[in-house]
């Protein structure tokens, strides 16, 4: 049994992360599922072939249901239900977007098929509940992801979620709430509504009432970009995802009311010890608090080991926690072969089976045995951290060491009883728990403020995933009693990520970020940073800056920028400034648009160089534009090669900088101008410039109709080489140490089945 699960498993793993195997092993696959199948053993193949062949009919129904291309981009009528908890975050001058999952009944027009479950962003002021069945207009686009180095895979993450379609409800047209009763399918998340809600209403300061949520119904909206970071930094997020520490603690209290009310049972006279009371309360309160934090992977996998023990008390037989874990991690990617996907299965699954392993050396009792299991976690997140969210800090094992505790004997209980008491609608006693689990973070949260600002925390990068494979090696060596020798070495193993750095690039690079809807450029070399606008969002909420741009320049080591360019104060070039300047020291600030300006102006003229040969040249503007035509045009000269950014230039501008500078317009690389809208990039400028490479920076079925056919049409009279990072995702281009060019895209060669 197990060689079948180990198959299956192993097969889910290949064809989650190699996913371009698919076309070429299906029929292979199929013809070796019926050769094994007739000799009748080597199970552990034949579970590997069917989990290929189940891989394949996942993809093939993911993609059925995905909504069809003829309406990506147009407004249908959806009639459904709410099926998840909204998350609620800020936005725009203080608009409230509520994000939610909508169970889709039927569809107009036609033509856009019916999408099964689909996620929805609404900006007004209707309050959305699970359960509620709606009749609504939204605009919808097929789930699309940005792909960059180092940031978050959203399409991977719409896969493993089953979302079919993304949109944004329409306000012009009002929301029609539609007969019937809520689905009782959804009662879990209706509950999670109603704690949420009470938690709210505990008046508690904004920390707590994020940290309390997470803990106790797994929304984390309430976390905003500076929280997050600062919980990153002491390598301690994860204690916010509802796992199975959250699970044992709910269990065990359940086990011992069970064995509680047996004993009473007995006192009056019944024979209740025939009955397993204690393992049935434990099972389904534990099952029941799951469906309150929203059945994620690490309560289901929690949930699946709880009932392997549970079932092996019951029938009196000895249970293996690798036996569990193995099961729970088979179960899940039956159901889903993307489990493999996200952070918080290998998180989960990593945290448990290094327990598992701290558990085989434990000693008989004492500090030292109580404090094994804690540092063991500590340890271990140290290189899951490191891999999964870019690094970790020096402290992360301290933190965790100090941190767990706290959260799994005071906070968590409380925050679980004041839960149960809202719900049995008992509010002031719930409120009184919340508000005595806060007092902690109330306490603790300034002086962590101040030490993060005060004191630089080494923020470490895993260097490839041998890196962190040799490390988490060092870190399960070091929980077996080993004499000194044996532990240095454990030290050592280390090493690899604790003393990584991001090779120092001294060829000159430029990379253009995958932001969608706006421009994010950097050019690196010799150690040095260049970034050239921030990409689209909100400044005081959600932008491309937080979640693309600044993980884009951590994975790569750049600690600091000495440029940073804002060609003009579109939202989609510049709402990511304050994020960054909150983040990294830039040493000079660069704006277009000089009337608004805070840092240095790009007037035209302007001009300086880095080392080893790299120049950079404004040639816009000259303080008499407005608008887009005030954006700051910079060329880059790196060994004689030649990079050309204009912002969002229109067609008067061009023509006034062909009139000035003539010739010197000449660059192999033109970042195109204004997303490739029909109001730039005309003939006589791209005959003057005369790009070999022509880069669009542009959003995936653009709203805005970018790029314009008339500009991709005078860009093939011209022979440039297109690139869009639309499809393409981040586009990098190299300068080898002859000049030559070598480009590079982040989705080249990588189609994956999911997507």
């Known amino acids: 049994m197990r060689s079948w699960m180990i198959g299956w498993l192993l097969a889910s793993l290949i064809m989650a992360f190699s996913p371009w195997l698919l076309a070429e092993c299906f029929w292979p696959a199929l013809g070796g599922m019926a050769y094994f199948l007739f000799l009748g053993r080597k199970y552990f193949w034949v579970a590997l072939i069917l989990a290929l062949l189940a891989c394949s009919l996942r993809g ?81 686009r097929r789930p699309w992801g940005l792909s960059n ?8 993450w719409y896969a493993l979620s089953g979302i079919d379609a993304t949109g944004s409800v329409r306000l ?37 009432e994020a940290v309390l949520s997470a803990v106790t119904v797994a929304d984390k909206s309430g976390i905003d970009h500076h929280l997050w970071l600062l919980l990153q930094h002491y390598g301690i997020n994860h204690l916010l995802v509802i796992s199975g520490l959250h699970i044992a603690l709910v269990s065990g209290l359940a086990f011992c009311l069970g064995r509680v009310f047996a004993m009473l049972l007995g006192l009056i006279g019944l024979r209740a010890s025939r009955y397993p009371w204690g393992e049935a309360s434990a099972f389904v309160l534990a ?32 249970n293996s926690g690798v036996n569990g874990l193995l099961v729970a991690a088979f179960l899940l990617a039956v159901v889903n072969p993307l489990v493999f996907l996200g952070a918080g299965f290998w998180l989960s699954f990593g945290a448990v089976a290094v327990l598992l392993w701290s558990a085989r050396w434990q000693g008989k009792g004492g500090l030292a045995a109580t404090l094994r299991p804690q540092l063991a976690i500590a340890l271990a997140m140290l290189p899951l951290g490191a891999f999964w969210f870019g690094g970790s800090s020096w402290v992360s094992p301290l933190a965790n060491l100090l941190m767990i505790p706290l959260l799994g004997l005071f906070i968590i209980p409380l925050s679980l009883v004041g839960a149960l008491l809202a719900l049995a609608g008992v509010s002031f006693a ?8 806060a007092l902690p973070l109330d306490v603790l949260w300034p002086f962590i403020e101040l030490l993060d600002s005060h004191v630089p925390l080494y923020w470490h990068r895993n260097n490839g995933i041998w890196s962190g494979v040799i490390a988490l090696a060092g870190c399960l060596a070091l929980m077996v009693p080993l004499p000194w020798r044996g532990r240095l070495a454990s030290l050592l193993l280390l090493l690899p990520i604790l003393l990584a750095r991001p090779p120092a690039h001294t060829q000159p690079q430029l990379d253009v970020l995958d932001v969608g809807q706006g ?21 005081a909420g959600a932008n491309l800056a937080r979640s693309v741009v600044l993980p884009w320049l951590r994975s790569r080591g750049v600690r600091h920028l000495d440029d940073l360019v804002i060609s003009h104060n579109d939202l989609d070039h510049s709402a990511g400034l304050d994020a960054v300047l909150g983040s990294l020291t830039v040493r000079r600030l660069w704006q277009g648009e000089l009337s608004k300006a805070r840092g240095r102006p790009c007037a035209a003229g302007a001009a300086w160089e880095w080392p080893y040969g790299s120049r950079f040249r404004f040639l816009s503007p000259t303080g008499a534009e407005a608008g887009n035509d005030a954006s700051c045009v910079l060329q880059i000269d790196a060994r004689g090669r030649r990079f050309l950014l204009p912002g969002d230039i229109g067609q008067a501008q061009e023509r006034q900088l062909i009139r000035y500078w003539g010739d010197e317009l000449y660059s192999e690389v033109l970042l195109v101008a204004h997303h490739g809208s029909n109001t730039s990039t005309y003939q006589a400028w791209l005959n003057r410039v005369a790009p070999d490479v022509a880069i669009i920076a542009a959003g995936h079925a653009s709203q805005f109709g970018h790029p314009h056919d008339r500009v991709l049409a005078r860009l093939r009279r011209s022979a440039v080489d297109i690139r869009e990072t639309a499809g393409e995702g981040a586009i990098n281009i190299g300068i080898g140490p002859s000049g030559g060019l070598s480009i590079t895209a982040n989705r080249e060669g990588f189609q994956a089945w999911w997507m």
Not at 100 to 109: K, R
Not at 430 to 437: H, I, M, N, V
Not at 525 to 533: E, Q
């Open 60 to 140: 093939q129904l993911t993609l059925q249901d995905r909504l069809p291309e003829v309406c990506n981009g147009r407004v249908a009528a959806l009639s459904g239900s709410v099926v998840s908890l909204p998350r609620v975050s800020v936005v725009a001058e203080g608009r409230q977007r509520q994000r939610f999952e909508f169970m889709v009944e039927s569809t107009a027009p036609p033509e856009c098929g019916n999408p099964g479950k689909v996620l929805l962003s609404y900006y007004g002021e209707q309050r959305l509940l699970p359960g509620q069945r709606w009749q609504l207009e939204a605009r919808l």
């Open 519 to 539: 421009t994010a450029v950097v050019f690196r070399s010799a150690g040095k940073a260049l970034l050239y606008d921030t990409g689209g969002g909100h400044p």
């Open 430 to 437: 719930a409120t009184a728990c919340w508000q005595l689990a």
């Open 287 to 318: 099952l029941a608090y799951a469906g309150l934090a929203g059945y994620s992977v690490a309560t289901q996998r929690a949930m699946v080991m709880l009932g392997c023990y549970l079932l092996s008390r019951v029938l009196y037989r000895s």
């Open 149 to 156: 180095p180092g940031s978050f895979n959203m399409q991977a």
């Open 172 to 208: 012009g047209n009002p929301m029609t709430p539609l007969a019937g009763p809520p689905s009782p399918l959804h009662w879990h998340h209706q509950q999670r509504a109603v704690v949420r809600a009470a938690i709210h209403a505990a008046h508690l300061s904004p920390t707590a």
